[in-house]
T-cell receptor, first 116, second 113 residues
Framework: NAGVMQNPRHLVRRRGQEARLRCSPMKGHSHVYWYRQLPEEGLKFMVYLQKENIIDESGMPKERFSAEFPKEGPSILRIQQVVRGDSAAYFC??????????????FGAGSRLTVL | GQQVMQIPQYQHVQEGEDFTTYCNSSTTLSNIQWYKQRPGGHPVFLIQLVKSGEVKKQKRLTFQFGEAKKNSSLHITATQTTDVGTYFCAGPAGGTSYGKLTFGQGTILTVHP
């Protein structure tokens, strides 16, 4: 019963390096979301993807951040040239494609990024 | 833009006491969801409320959705140490029907044994 799988669980990067976070949705789910959680804050929507399509990226910073969900393989959130302010927990979530329950999210364990 | 506010931000209770957190949205919501996040963990879905005035119970937890569909509450009766965590409410952002949610900032519950 694999839920939403994220890796790495913890990632340390120096300023200017790249961070790649991966997410495999729950079996039977075709919708993937990325959320960011700053320390002691709520979750902020970043992007919503389906296979090979970015549906809504209204929460993504305009620069340095990108996301993809290829036909084969996990969804990837990529952060280029990381800065200290990128330090946060990045949660991936998935939902089923049927209309009922389409906005109920199953979250992964998260990837905690620390930028030195 | 849409805002979802929760109060209180922190709540410390003795084991056995009751706990309530309140959620208010700046806009009418088609539904509201509640999630629980244990310290160091990830958000876990608790419940979704859809109807105006709806009340749902899960064991010691009681969830309400306001008549105007702009506010909600979560009440825990006789807290236990296993209830520790942050409780978030969330509503669809901008009227979307998919999983783009606006989360409240959460209520952090600590329970002293």
């Amino acid at each position: 019963n694999a839920g939403v799988m994220q890796n790495p669980r913890h990632l340390v990067r120096r300023r200017g390096q790249e961070a790649r976070l991966r997410c495999s949705p729950m079996k039977g789910h075709s919708h993937v979301y990325w959320y960011r959680q700053l320390p002691e804050e709520g979750l902020k929507f970043m992007v919503y993807l389906q296979k090979e399509n970015i549906i809504d990226e209204s929460g993504m910073p305009k620069e340095r951040f990108s996301a993809e969900f290829p036909k084969e393989g996990p969804s990837i959130l990529r952060i280029q040239q990381v800065v200290r302010g990128d330090s946060a927990a990045y949660f991936c979530a998935s939902s089923p494609s049927r209309p009922s329950g389409a906005n109920v999210l199953t979250f992964g364990a998260g990837s905690r990024l620390t930028v030195l | 833009g849409q805002q979802v506010m929760q109060i209180p931000q922190y709540q410390h209770v003795q084991e056995g006491e009751d706990f309530t957190t309140y959620c208010n949205s700046s806009t009418t919501l088609s539904n509201i969801q509640w999630y629980k996040q244990r310290p160091g963990g990830h958000p876990v879905f608790l419940i979704q409320l859809v109807k105006s005035g709806e009340v749902k119970k899960q064991k010691r937890l009681t969830f309400q959705f306001g008549e105007a569909k702009k506010n909600s509450s979560l009440h825990i009766t006789a807290t236990q140490t296993t209830d520790v965590g942050t409780y978030f409410c969330a509503g669809p952002a901008g009227g979307t029907s998919y999983g783009k949610l606006t989360f409240g900032q959460g209520t952090i519950l600590t329970v002293h044994p």
